[in-house]
């Protein structure tokens, strides 16, 4: 059984009576980095929420590592879109608020050495003591993700948590994202609107269709080495296939709801298909 | 101290002295009422001086009074002649308390309040019918029932402050940012943490707010609770001296009045400079 299993779920407002998505059916593997990719409006950021407990859905079952997914727990952390920083904490404060929820029996020393490890791992060893409104976004958005890591989640979610940096910004993020990720074999579900960035960072991207009654498309799967940099994996031929199926699933095929009744959405792999084939031989 | 600073502080000094100058050319004895020598012979008779307080008192007698009422503040002979220290103590214990009151419970409800739309709603109407109420209306109503004339000051200042702190702590409960509570609800933070270490932080600036503007309008009633009920304090030193006609004292009363209105707001926007963040 996978570590975490989404099974036909759905989420449906009342008064409305098309779902924003339904029959939604994917699974997480232990240290898996998993991206969704969707046009806005089609239910990520509410899955995202169901994963993290903070939205119900009205319809399936989540399960993690054995156990029904029912309301916000420490086992997952939550980086926001919007940082999400408490303004009238200092930096090393805002991570020790979770550090201190995390293990209420820790001590003062070693609350504030957990919090002080992850907030260098990101790159923040400098500005412990700062208040959230002297950083920059960027730099709020590394305390937001040193807050969620530092909490040693058994899985962490993003909901487009550099959507609001500069391209420049972004880069470096992501690159320190995916270092500590493999440095911590973190179990990773993301939501991004950057191409780019999700097959930077997954092992397998969601497609999903656009809503109402949005799917999982089809589950892509990148077959780059797992050692990809930002500077190198462009060289790579098979970016470019990946690159094109990504954009053209999100041009022109996003629109049309892929064959009724299937439960389970294809999975492909265009990096390792030949041009010439057609992407979906599954 | 910028230039500007100084240039306004200037200003100030100068159109305070401007108004002392009218003040005192406006307050000078006419010319047209002089007096003849037997006039002045009666007034020596009747123990009076030749310089008869008539009319506005110029400055220099406001002078007098603060000089006479400063150099004995804690002086306490009898109901009717109290240093003006122990009359603002009386005052501001009044205040104190009543405001202490106030807080012990606005707090807690706005809490409740805010936390529970339910209860905003069944509540407001409420609310919005007590809040408008001149404190003073329930004077009659606190003298009937606790039959203290000092309880019912207290009351009354209790009743005014009330409203500003529940309504603006209930408002700052409520709009305490999404991203804040749901921060909370992952990290599994208990609901007395929660209260205290994200919704209180929060909301703070706005409970602040409440609570200075709530010590504005207390400060405001305590003058005209006092000249009511009478006996001791600020407002009642300012009715008796009317009483006795001795309007430097009067006078010397209000210039006390706004300024201890003025350290009390500086207090609280201090506390509020305190709670206050920026995002």
């Known amino acids: 059984m996978a570590f975490l299993q989404v099974e036909n779920l759905a989420k449906a407002y009342p008064g409305n009576d098309a779902p924003v998505f339904e029959k939604v059916n994917f699974t997480l593997e232990k240290g898996e980095f998993v991206c969704i990719i969707g046009h806005s409006g089609c239910g990520k950021t509410t899955i995202l929420n169901a994963l993290a407990g903070l939205e119900t859905a009205s319809g399936g079952n989540i399960t993690m590592d054995g156990r029904e997914v029912a309301g916000p727990g420490l086992d997952r952390g939550v980086v926001f879109q919007s940082h999400a920083l408490m303004p009238w904490l200092t930096v090393i404060d805002n991570v020790k608020f979770g550090v201190r929820s995390r293990w209420p029996e820790w001590s003062k020393v070693e609350v504030e050495a957990q919090a002080t490890k992850y907030l260098e791992m990101v790159g923040l060893g400098a500005a412990l003591h700062k208040k959230p409104a002297m950083l920059s976004g960027g730099m709020k958005q590394r305390v937001g993700i040193a807050r969620a890591f530092a909490i040693q989640p058994k899985m962490l979610l993003l909901d487009e948590p550099f959507g609001a940096l500069d391209a420049l910004t972004r880069g470096t993020i992501q690159d320190e994202l995916l270092k500590i990720v493999q440095a911590t074999a973190q179990t990773v579900f993301m939501i991004t609107h950057d191409v780019d960035e999700a097959i930077l960072l997954s092992d397998r991207i969601l497609l999903m269709s656009n809503g109402p009654r949005a799917r999982i498309a089809e589950i892509v799967e990148v077959t780059l080495p797992r050692s990809r940099t930002r500077h190198d994996m462009h060289h790579d031929p098979r970016f470019y296939r990946i690159r094109n199926h990504l954009v053209d699933f999100l041009v022109s095929r996003s629109k049309d709801p892929k064959p009724a009744g299937q439960l389970h959405p294809p999975v492909v792999r265009p990096g390792e298909d030949e041009p010439a084939e057609p992407p979906l031989a599954a | ?279």
């Open chain 2, 1 to 279: 101290m910028t230039k500007e600073h100084w240039k306004s502080l200037l200003l100030s000094a100068i159109l305070f002295l401007v108004f002392l100058g009218v003040w005192f050319v406006a307050t000078q004895p006419k010319e047209s009422a002089q007096q003849t020598a037997a006039q002045d012979e009666y007034a020596a008779l009747m123990g009076k001086g030749a310089v008869k307080a008539t009319g506005f008192p110029p400055p220099q007698e406001i002078g007098k009074a603060i000089v006479t009422h400063l150099s004995d503040p804690f002086k306490d002979n009898g109901p009717n002649d109290k240093g003006i220290a122990i009359q603002l103590g009386h005052s501001l214990a009044r205040v104190g308390i009543g405001f202490a009151l106030a807080i012990l419970l606005a707090l807690p409800l706005g809490f409740i309040i805010g936390m529970s739309p339910l209860l905003y709603r069944a509540l407001d109407p409420f609310i919005q019918v007590l809040k408008p109420i001149s404190p003073l209306a329930w004077m009659p109503l606190a003298l009937y029932t606790i039959k203290d004339s000092n309880l019912s000051g207290i009351f009354v200042i209790f009743i005014c402050s009330v409203w500003p702190m529940l309504i603006n702590t209930a408002f700052g409960v409520a709009n305490v940012r999404r991203d804040w509570l749901n921060v909370a609800r992952t990290l599994e933070v208990r609901p007395v943490r929660k209260a205290l270490m994200v919704i209180l932080p929060a909301a703070a600036p706005t409970i602040l707010t409440g609570m200075r503007i709530s010590m504005g309008i207390a400060w405001l009633v305590i003058v005209a609770a006092e000249m009511l009920v009478g006996g001791t304090g600020i407002g009642y030193f300012v009715w008796n001296e009317w009483n006795n006609l001795a309007l430097p004292n009067v006078i010397f009363a209000i210039l006390v009045i706004g300024l201890v209105g003025m350290i009390l707001d500086r207090c609280f926007a201090g506390l509020q400079r305190l709670v206050s963040y920026t995002e």
